[in-house]
């Protein structure tokens, strides 16, 4: 009995490695993110002009970006870029493009001055936040991520630490691609343009 | 002794050589209400030491740190760094996404077109006084090639 019960688990043994070895070292092809179709999808924020979704914009191209006010560098970087891919398109095209800044920060942020800060990159893009609940569900359903980092050396008190890209959604609502944060304006300008 | 003002001259040249040569020097212009903005610009160390820029000081700001950027795994982590290091004969770049000099606590909004002053602090007990302008940093609408 004692024999079985050995080979059984060696039996076992093999079929584990065996299967480990398939996952590890199989042929595969690497599927993009946003070709899971769980991401993405609808969502309700608060904005300057009260609560907004992503549907509202439905026939138009938007960019959905994750970010916060205090956020010194990529933030803004990401919000030129947008700028300037949209400044780059026709006065007809341009009103069928939108931005939106998701702030990750509500404590800091509040509507009016998201509301400010979007405007000055341009009038195509928008400023939300909600609740910590509200944000958590949006970051979570785009596969995005941010953490709150207190930082004791620093006069800023904290930090997010966040992913930082461009989500590109298609004039019928649907995910289309995720871009990098600092990704070449006239690219990103092709890509919105190719729904246009 | 004719040679006195020449020696003179070329120690004076020497203590005053500046170790380090800055270009490309800029702030960010903010949006309205932004209390924050960082400066980025080229450093370059001439010596045949080493040096650091240990910190910086500028009148627009209740606070001027150094800051670094880095983006593991797809999560952009920016933090505060004790200085700023600059091998011998080499040059920095301070620079989006990367190392920068942080403006915490805005005294006024940086407006594009003006010029602000910084001071950077180096290793060598020396400091730099720079005017720099504020300019939208924008990444650049290069043409793509196909």
Request: net charge negative; proline share 4%.
């Amino acid at each position: 009995m004692r024999k079985f019960a050995t080979y059984a688990l060696l039996g076992v043994a093999l079929i584990l490695g065996a299967w480990v070895s398939f996952e590890l070292l199989g042929p595969k092809t690497p599927i993009p993110r946003y070709a899971n179709a769980s991401i993405g999808g609808d969502f309700t924020l608060n904005s300057v002009e009260g609560e907004r979704q992503l549907s509202d914009f439905k026939g138009e191209v938007v960019m959905i970006y994750f970010g916060f006010m205090s956020c010194p560098d990529v933030c803004p970087t990401s919000m030129a870029v947008m700028r300037q891919a949209i400044n780059e398109l026709s006065e007809e095209q341009r009103m069928k493009v939108r931005g939106v800044f998701i702030s990750v920060d509500p404590e800091r942020d509040t509507v009016d001055e998201l509301n400010a800060y979007t405007q000055y990159f341009s009038d195509r893009i928008i400023g939300v936040t909600g609740t910590k609940q509200q944000i958590d569900a949006v970051v979570k359903q785009y596969g995005a991520y941010y953490k709150f980092v207190q930082l004791d050396d620093s006069a800023l008190g904290y930090t997010v630490d966040h992913s930082a890209r461009i989500y590109l959604i298609d004039p019928d609502g649907q995910l289309a691609d995720i871009l990098a944060h600092d990704i070449n304006p006239a690219e990103l300008h092709t890509k919105i343009a190719a729904y246009l | 002794m004719k040679y006195l003002p020449i020696a003179l001259l070329l120690s004076a040249s020497i203590v005053n050589a500046a170790d380090i040569s800055i270009s490309d020097a800029r702030a960010r212009a903010v949006p309205p209400g932004a209390d924050i903005s960082a400066a980025f610009m080229n450093v370059k160390n001439n010596a045949a030491t080493d040096l650091a820029i240990l910190g910086a000081d500028s009148s627009v700001a209740e606070s001027v740190e150094l800051h670094s950027n880095s983006m593991a795994d797809g999560k952009m982590k920016m933090r505060r760094i004790d200085q700023i290091e600059l091998a011998a004969n080499s040059e920095v770049a301070l620079q989006p996404g990367g190392l920068h000099i942080m403006l915490i606590g805005l005294r006024r909004p940086l407006v594009e077109g003006e010029t602000i002053e910084l001071t950077l602090n180096l290793s060598n007990n020396t400091s730099e006084l720079l005017q720099i302008p504020v300019v939208h940093i924008e990444p650049g609408m290069k043409k793509m090639h196909h």
